[in-house]
């Protein structure tokens, strides 16, 4: 079975502009998170997606967003880029929402690395 | 909320020698508890997870943990490191409600000398 794909694997964006990262997760997986991987911040939750709606959101600007399709890929887009959001992105799939009392094994892509110029 | 400290950012063994990674929760309810290895441009693979079931958990390339509720740590340990252990270690937290969402630690990179 195909992992978690992320495309693009690298991207180069100057500031102000926008991005958009797509991410495709495992077969049969519906549930979608995405993280933020940075030096200084470690790896921080952006949002997660469940058949097709945000179920859980970290503590990010609303400059960062997403996006979840019935298919299940996501893609998260980051609008009027700064260079503080240069970072390496990580998208994770799991079978389903953990309910409360139980846990869905997350299974992660390669990331994509964004670098903002 | 949730936080987890790992400690030690860098931590170098001898290759034979024993390996001992740091990790410690705030929760005063065990949540479930995962160590994560990342290799240099490469995602996240789970080593090993604590689901509320046996406290020394068996993960994969040898390593295991124990969940000490009594000092709520999760310290990640391998009797016998090897060259291809040089990675960095993510020790992560999901609270029971909080659904798929993971908090975690700061990292510790793990260097092996021959």
């Known amino acids: 079975k195909a992992g978690v794909t992320q495309t693009p694997r690298y991207l180069i964006k100057t500031r102000g502009q926008q991005v958009t990262l797509s991410c495709s997760p495992i077969?049969?997986?519906?549930?979608v998170s995405w993280y933020q991987q940075t030096p200084g911040q470690g790896l921080q939750f952006l949002f997660e997606?469940?058949?097709?709606?945000?179920?859980n959101k970290g503590n990010f600007p609303g400059r960062f967003s997403g996006r979840q399709f019935s298919n299940s890929r996501s893609e998260m887009n980051v609008s009027t880029l700064e260079l503080g959001d240069s970072a390496l992105y990580l998208c994770a799939s799991s079978l389903g929402q953990a309910g409360v009392g139980s846990y869905n094994e997350q299974f992660f892509g390669p990331g994509t690395r964004l670098t903002v110029l | 909320a949730q936080s987890v400290t790992q400690l030690g950012s860098h931590v170098s063994v001898s290759e034979g020698a024993l390996v001992l990674l740091r990790c410690n929760y705030s929760?005063?309810?065990?949540?479930?508890l995962f160590w994560y290895v990342q290799y240099p441009n490469q995602g996240l693979q789970l080593l090993l997870k604590?689901?509320?079931?046996?406290?020394l958990v068996k993960g994969i390339n040898g390593f295991e943990a124990e969940f000490k509720k009594s000092e709520t740590s999760f310290h990640l340990t391998k009797p016998s490191a090897h060259m291809s252990d040089a990675a960095e270690y993510f020790c992560?937290?999901?609270?029971?409600?909080?659904?798929?969402?993971?908090?975690f630690g700061g990292g510790t990179r793990l260097m092996v000398k021959p």
């Open positions: 997606y469940f058949s097709e709606t945000q179920r």
């Open positions: 992560a937290v999901s609270d029971h409600n909080a659904g798929n969402m993971l908090t």
């Open positions: 929760s005063s309810v065990p949540p479930y």
């Open positions: 077969s049969g997986h519906r549930s």
């Open positions: 604590y689901t509320s079931a046996a406290t």
